[in-house]
Every structure is written in C-alpha cells, then in structure tokens.
C-alpha cells in the first residue's frame, strides 16, 4: 500500500519561493536578507549547464564520506537523463533515474542545486520502507543535504519556509 503524499504541494510551494529568494539574489537585488528577526547572506547557489553537469555533481555528492556514513542508499548510482516535461523534475526509484527538464520557455530553471538536492533527498530513502515521498522523512533529508552542502543560510530559509507553508518538519 502506497502512502498518501499528504504535503506535497506545500513542499513545491515552499521550494518555489526559496527558488524565487535565490534568483532575485542571483539577479543583482543583494545577497542580504532579513528573515524573521535574522539577518543572513545567501550563498550562491550552483547552476549546471548540461544532464551531463547534473549528473556529474549527483556523483559527487553521493560520493561524500558522511553523506555514505548516513545514507546506504547512497552507495547506488544515480542517474540522471533528460526528461520531455517541462514543469517539474522527478526521481524514478525503480531505476534509481533523476528525470529533469532541460528547457521551459528559453530557460533552464530546474538545472539548479536545490532541485538536484531534492531529488537526491528522495534517492536517499531507505530501502523497503513506506514513506509519504515528501514526508517529515523527505523534508529532514533534504534539509540536511541543503545545510551541510548549499550552506546553513539558505536551509534556514528553507526551513522557515516550509515551516510557514505548513509542511511537517521531522
């Protein structure tokens, strides 16, 4: 039986706007932000350029000693191929594929890091267990991959993020 994938959208929502915070920084209107009483800089976060980029980058996160150390699963290759839609990436865990879209309207939007990071977040699962695919579970990990590897900052914004939205946190 298939768990019901109850905070979904709110997931997306609150990914969607940290997207947003990212790209506004990217596009000249600052690295500061003020969030709930902090004050923060935002780091830069990677873009890629090719599936080949994507997957290359994929490789070498799983490859990180603690993300081994926490993870089993991330002893599996991933791969990673281009995907005919547009509107969102997703993970295929029967082949262990990340799925993203290349292009959407002149633009590569989703060959960015917080997306690579959520799909690997759900390549990440344990294996043979139930979970709601962006559960309390998901959110930690994907959480963890954004703090240890994109920076403490932009998870807090995350975090704050989903938070706001309603998404359970673990």
């Known amino acids: 039986m298939s768990v019901r994938d109850a905070q979904r ?28 009483g902090s004050r923060i800089t935002l780091p830069t976060e990677r873009k890629f350029a090719s599936v080949e980029s994507v997957q290359d980058y994929a490789g070498r996160v799983l490859a990180l000693n603690w993300v081994r150390a926490r993870w089993p699963e991330a002893a599996i290759p991933m791969a990673v191929r281009a995907r005919a839609g547009t509107t969102a990436a997703h993970y295929e865990p029967d082949t262990a594929t990340l799925a993203i879209p290349v292009h959407r309207r002149g633009t590569a939007w989703a ?10 977040a759900h390549h990440l699962e344990p294996a043979g267990v139930d979970l709601a695919p962006h559960g309390p579970e998901f959110v930690g990990r994907y959480l963890t991959l954004v703090e240890e590897i994109l920076g403490s900052e932009t998870a807090f914004v995350l975090r704050t993020t989903m938070a706001e939205n309603g998404v359970r946190l673990v």
Do not use: P
Request: overall charge negative; proline content about 0%.
């Open 111 to 120: 060959l960015r890091e917080l997306v690579v990071l959520h799909e690997l």
């Open 9 to 36: 959208s709110r997931v997306y929502e609150a990914e969607s706007v940290v997207r947003r915070i990212l790209d506004r920084a990217d596009n000249g209107t600052g690295r500061q932000l003020e969030l709930f």
